[in-house]
């Protein structure tokens, strides 16, 4: 079975914090993908990767980086932590394009929920 | 991505089987529709997806209509463990390279009552 863990499920972090979410997958795949979900709002794509060292923003990048130095962990940063980031993070990931219909599986973490003082 | 409607919510006995539908009617033909569900405070868990033909797992079956505009997940013998948010989805490409988006819609809000 596909793993994919997070390092952690509640965070509380201050107003003007750094603060890193790391991912971590097992499956040797290629994608990896971070998204944020708020009520009402559904799930939004942050970034994703493709690659080692390869990032791609997704609709909502503001307010974030990313950083994929190894395949199998892709880490989100919030470089100054404010309170509308304030929600649950979803960490993502899927093999290469195999073909069909340019898309893959995606498997998901557990989320981490993060709160923002 | 090619819109997809479902109900809202809907409700099943347990030990029954669920039925959830999903319109996907501005699909097109090499677009394969994603069934995912979300349990409370859980991440989203992929179940099950199909291009035409009717699949199945251990987790569900998946039915879609021959005009392919429409689709029915069906869990078997729906648990309480069953009782979650379940997204029909029709992804396709979005950014540059071959990964799709996901969009998560509302989904339908499947309650399974003892």
């Known amino acids: 079975d596909v793993k994919v863990t997070q390092s952690s499920r509640y965070l509380v972090k201050r107003t003007g914090e750094k603060v890193f979410l790391e991912c971590v997958q097992d499956?040797?795949?290629?994608?990896m993908f971070w998204y944020r979900q708020d009520p009402g709002l559904g799930l939004r794509l942050i970034y994703f990767?493709?690659?080692?060292?390869?990032?791609e923003k997704g609709d909502i990048p503001e307010g974030y980086s990313v950083s994929r130095e190894k395949k199998e962990r892709f880490s989100l940063i919030l470089e100054s932590a404010s309170t509308n980031q304030t929600s649950m993070y979803l960490c993502?990931?899927?093999?290469?394009?195999?073909?069909?219909?340019?898309?893959?599986?995606?498997?998901f973490g557990p989320g981490t929920r993060l709160t923002v003082l | 991505d090619a819109k997809t409607t479902q109900p809202t919510s809907m409700d099943c006995a347990e030990g029954r089987a669920a039925n959830l539908p999903c319109n996907h009617s501005?699909?097109?033909?090499?677009?394969?529709v994603y069934w995912y569900r979300q349990i409370h405070s859980q991440g989203p868990q992929y179940i099950i997806h199909?291009?035409?033909n009717n699949e199945t797992n251990e987790m569900a079956s998946l039915i879609i209509t021959e005009d392919r505009k429409s689709s029915t997940l069906i869990l078997p013998h729906a648990t309480l463990r069953d009782t979650a948010v379940y997204y029909c989805?029709?992804?396709?490409?979005?950014?540059?390279?071959?990964?799709?988006?996901?969009?998560f819609g509302k989904g339908t809000k499947l309650s399974v009552k003892p």
């Open positions: 990767s493709y690659d080692v060292k390869m990032k």
């Open positions: 989805i029709v992804p396709s490409p979005h950014y540059g390279g071959s990964q799709g988006n996901l969009i």
């Open positions: 499956m040797d795949h290629e994608n």
């Open positions: 993502a990931s899927s093999s290469e394009y195999s073909g069909r219909a340019g898309y893959d599986t995606q498997y």
């Open positions: 199909g291009l035409k």
């Open positions: 501005t699909i097109s033909g090499n677009e394969y």
